[in-house]
């Protein structure tokens, strides 16, 4: 079953413009990952950010995580053409060895 | 280090047939996962292996199948394909999952079934 719900389910901006995309979730969580999908290929590792961190930045990128709220944003700032891709939220609980996956954001960079 | 690798890459495959999707982790890593990803359903947790030990399944029917071998690499069997088979399947490893490391991805199977 889908824990993380990501929003919106699809976004188009242009190069140089700021993506944000959000991750709500159900339960209570031990981490929270962000991967990259580029077309039908393999997914890419972002960030992780545990439960009792805040934010964190990994150069273009900013993740916030928001326990109250079970919510977490992703930031890309000057978005590129190659920042077009799908991205997805996934959450780990602790003793649980699986990660559960939302359905995604497709993100549209136009140039 | 090399990432995941996965073989083969791409398969096409009639109904009622089965098949045996591998899966190479990073070496070092112990976890192995598998996800199906559909256009409908999007990711999908298969199962995930540690130490050649089953320690977690997903919602599937018998028909998957997995395991793991000594040196952490790791198989999946479909078998009785059905035409709902047809999926980008995923394998990640991570060094141990249930402590919350990070998975990396392979770039997937891509299976058709006609």
């Known amino acids: 079953s889908q824990q993380g719900e990501e929003d919106p389910q699809a976004l188009s901006i242009q190069e140089g413009e700021n993506a944000t995309m959000n991750c709500s979730y159900k339960?209570?969580?031990?981490?929270l990952q962000w991967y990259r999908q580029n077309s039908g290929r393999g997914l890419v590792h972002l960030i992780l950010i545990r439960s009792n961190e805040r934010e964190k930045h990994s150069g273009r990128l900013r993740v916030t995580l928001d326990t109250s709220k079970k919510s977490s944003s992703l930031l890309i700032t000057a978005s590129r053409a190659a920042d077009t891709a799908s991205y997805f939220c996934?959450?780990?609980?602790?003793?649980?060895?699986?990660?559960?996956f939302g359905k995604g954001t497709m993100l549209l960079v136009s140039p | 280090k090399a990432g995941v690798t996965q073989t083969p890459r791409y398969l096409i495959k009639t109904r009622g047939q089965q098949v045996t999707l591998s899966c190479s982790p990073i070496s070092g890593h112990r976890s192995v996962s598998w996800y199906q990803q559909t256009p409908g359903q999007g990711l999908q947790f298969l199962f995930e292996y540690f130490s050649e030990t089953q320690r977690n399944k997903g919602n599937f029917p018998g028909r998957f199948s997995g395991r793991q071998f000594s040196n952490s690499r790791s198989e999946m069997n479909v078998s009785t394909l059905e035409l709902g088979d047809s999926a980008l399947y995923l394998c990640a490893s991570s060094l141990d999952l249930a402590v919350q490391e990070t998975q990396y991805f392979g770039p997937g199977t891509r299976l058709l079934v006609l």
């Open positions: 339960t209570s969580i031990n981490n």
């Open positions: 996934a959450t780990g609980r602790s003793g649980y060895s699986t990660l559960t």
